[in-house]
């Protein structure tokens, strides 16, 4: 069991394009992946290997999302997961 | 009696014709699909919408597609249906239900984006329906404007563009993707229009202005006086560009330039023939490395590769190696974040770190080659100086020595980085082509950052300073002793008044998406090779692509 958090930093928040990126990501790995919107509701997590769910968590700019794995290989999916998000889903960060 | 009806404004243009009603309930049904299978089936489609707008050069709108092509084989929208078809319900109003659950789920969030990507799931759950109930897709018989309380914009791209002339909606706004969609393909459109459907049923014919926002039913003598005008002239380009698609791509006095087709997936390279492609010029390779979570094997792209050089018979295809890099990160090729990653580990710099990811492509593209007998002509994205080239000649030479059988292959270079312009005399004298990305090339020239939609306005790629450095690339390429040829593939060869100016400035082929062929060949045709030379001259000599438009526009 692996588990991070991180803020999102897109202008946009998770929209339908990167969520798109993150899910394919996601969907990249062995690992149950799931997905926490702690800023809108720390009770409701996701799929990280569904858009549906991913979108349906609301993420907007600045809210902390949690990330948890389980699997042979949830290490290396959450970091590198974390990793995507940090570096904007292939978005222009206007902070960054 | 014409009637009036206000709505917004959505995409200029105006257009009259019949209205065809849209309802976007499924009737009619043929031979069924499982839920799994009607799922996949729509993904696939969604895939191939997402594959042609990226290679029109519409990169913001392919990726509305590529979400609805997840959306469609998601496990939680599938599993909501598949839990009610083992409830007893019939898969088709299992998945209509299961899509109206999420879409309210959406449309239930205080995000204006999200909810109005509810659209997007409805129009995914009705995809799927389709093909649950194996009805037909929507198409046009005659020329009309499509009349709907909403319309998905996967419908809209797939009904036929020679018969779609215009849009008018009862809801939507602005920004929906409806809207936007018929902005970038320049279809006329009025959307937000209340009681349209309604007072449409009756209407035999329908008039739009879609810069007035205003939308004319059954239109009198006055009305269609008022918008005949710029009906005619809209008209009459159309069918002119339609009667040029079958000829060649020449000047009024015969000179020809190689007509190729850009492709992004195998499967767009027979369409590309059938609609008169001389050849394919770029085809796209990450299609096959995109969307998975490892990477493809030298097999799986061999045979991706054989199809299409299959498709092309003795015409010659352009395979580009992978064009990948940090803007649109692959789970297993993990790169660094990137401040720019325009600037950065990108296409063949990635070979620094990743060898293996061109070793296995170049070797499938020769097996490819080996299995159908055709040559093929490699070519790599972002090279900078020699150095990148000799690197790729090496990869290449391993490579035949790996496939000995593979007829050798032609290798060529993007000339896209401004330093491969400066060189392009060093860099000719070791290859058999180049082709320019102009929109690359325009973007590092001019420095305006392609994303980034502030600045767009200034990446215009007839500005003098880029056909200037065009001139250079084909001036260098003709003082070679071994001859190298010159192509463009950027959006600039599937822009008329680009294309004429290409023309003029002597580039061998133009490569564009293949719904350019017929105003491209229209423009070049209508004037000579000295015409065209001339006007390119006198281009470069201008201070601004708005001067140098002018100057094409009036000449």
Redesign the interface.
């Known amino acids: 069991m692996a588990r991070a958090e991180i803020d999102l930093r897109n202008p946009?928040?998770l929209?339908?394009?990167p969520?798109?990126?993150f899910?394919?990501?996601a969907?990249?790995?062995a690992s149950d992946v799931r997905v926490t919107n702690l800023t809108r509701d720390p009770s409701k997590s996701?799929?990280a290997?569904?858009?549906?769910?991913v979108?349906?968590l609301?993420v907007?700019r600045g809210h902390r999302v949690r990330l948890e794995a389980d699997g042979t290989d949830a290490e290396v999916a959450v970091a590198?997961l974390v990793?995507?998000i940090?570096?904007?889903l292939?978005e222009?960060l206007d902070d960054? | 009696m014409s009637e009036r009806l206000a709505g917004l404004a959505a995409a200029p243009g105006v257009a009259i014709a019949a209205p065809w009603v849209y309802r976007p309930a499924v009737t009619g049904a043929g031979e069924g699909a499982s839920l799994e299978e009607a799922a996949s089936a729509a993904s696939r489609d969604l895939e191939l919408l997402a594959g042609r707008l990226r290679n029109d050069g519409r990169a913001d709108e392919a990726?509305?597609f590529?979400?609805q092509a997840?959306?469609a084989t998601?496990?939680?929208?599938i599993g909501l249906a598949a839990a009610r078809v083992a409830g007893g319900e019939d898969a088709a109003s299992a998945m209509g239900a299961a899509g109206e659950a999420?879409a309210a789920?959406?449309e239930a969030?205080?995000?204006e984006?999200?909810s109005a990507?509810a659209a997007?799931?409805r129009d995914v759950a009705a995809r799927i329906v389709r093909h649950v109930v194996g009805a037909d897709a929507p198409s046009l018989d005659r020329r009309s404007i499509v009349v709907a309380v909403d319309l998905a914009p996967s419908v809209t791209v797939e009904l036929d563009r020679d018969l779609l002339a215009g849009i008018a909606l009862e809801g939507g706004s602005r920004t929906s993707h409806a809207a936007i969609l018929a902005r970038a393909l320049a279809i006329p459109a009025v959307v937000g229009v209340p009681g349209l459907l309604e007072r449409a049923a009756t209407a035999t014919e329908v008039a739009i202005d879609g810069g007035a926002g205003l939308v004319v039913l059954d239109p009198d003598e006055a009305a269609r006086d008022s918008l005949a005008g710029a009906v005619q002239a809209a008209e009459a380009a159309r069918r002119a560009d339609s009667a040029y698609r079958d000829r060649p791509l020449a000047t009024s006095d015969g000179h020809r330039v190689l007509c190729a087709a850009n492709v992004a997936e195998p499967g767009e390279a027979a369409a590309a023939f059938a609609d008169g492609a001389e050849g394919i010029g770029l085809f796209r390779t990450e299609f096959a490395f995109?969307?998975?979570?490892?990477p493809p094997s030298e097999e799986e792209q061999a045979a991706a590769y054989e199809s299409v050089l299959r498709a092309a018979g003795d015409a010659p295809v352009v395979v580009r190696l992978a064009d990948i890099g940090?803007?649109?990160?692959?789970?297993?090729l993990?790169i660094d974040?990137?401040?720019n990653p325009f600037l950065g580990v990108r296409a063949i710099r990635l070979a620094d770190r990743y060898p293996e990811l061109f070793t296995t492509q170049v070797r499938a593209i020769l097996r490819a080659s080996e299995r159908t007998g055709r040559p093929a002509s490699i070519m790599a994205p972002m090279v900078a100086d020699v150095a990148d080239v000799a690197f790729v000649r090496e990869l290449v030479r391993e490579a035949c020595a790996a496939v000995p059988n593979a007829p050798a292959p032609r290798v060529g270079i993007m000339v896209e980085i401004p330093s491969a312009v400066m060189l392009a005399d060093q860099l000719a004298e070791m290859i058999d082509f180049m082709s320019i990305g102009t929109n690359d090339l325009t973007q590092y020239l001019l420095a305006v950052d392609r994303?980034?939609p502030a600045v767009a306005e200034r990446q215009d790629p007839v500005h003098p300073a880029v056909l200037r450095a065009i001139a250079r690339v084909v001036d260098a390429a003709r003082a070679t002793s071994r001859g190298c040829e010159v192509a463009v593939c950027g959006e600039m060869a599937g822009d008329p008044t680009g294309a004429a100016l290409l023309v003029g400035l002597g580039v061998d082929e133009l490569s564009m998406g293949p719904a350019s062929f017929g105003s491209v060949k229209r423009a070049v045709a209508a004037r000579s090779h000295d015409e065209l030379r001339s006007l390119a001259q006198r281009a470069m000599t201008l201070r601004s692509a708005a001067e140098v438009r002018t100057l094409v526009g009036e000449a």
């Open positions: 946009s928040g929209h339908a394009r969520a798109a990126t899910v394919r990501a969907g990249g790995y996701a799929s290997k569904s858009v549906i769910g979108m349906g609301g907007a590198s990793e995507l940090a570096g904007g292939g222009a960054g | 990726a509305i590529d979400a997840l959306m998601d496990e939680e929208l999420v789920t959406f969030l205080d995000d984006l999200l990507r997007d799931v995109a969307g998975r979570g490892t940090g803007d649109k990160p692959l789970p297993y993990p974040p990137e401040a994303t980034n």
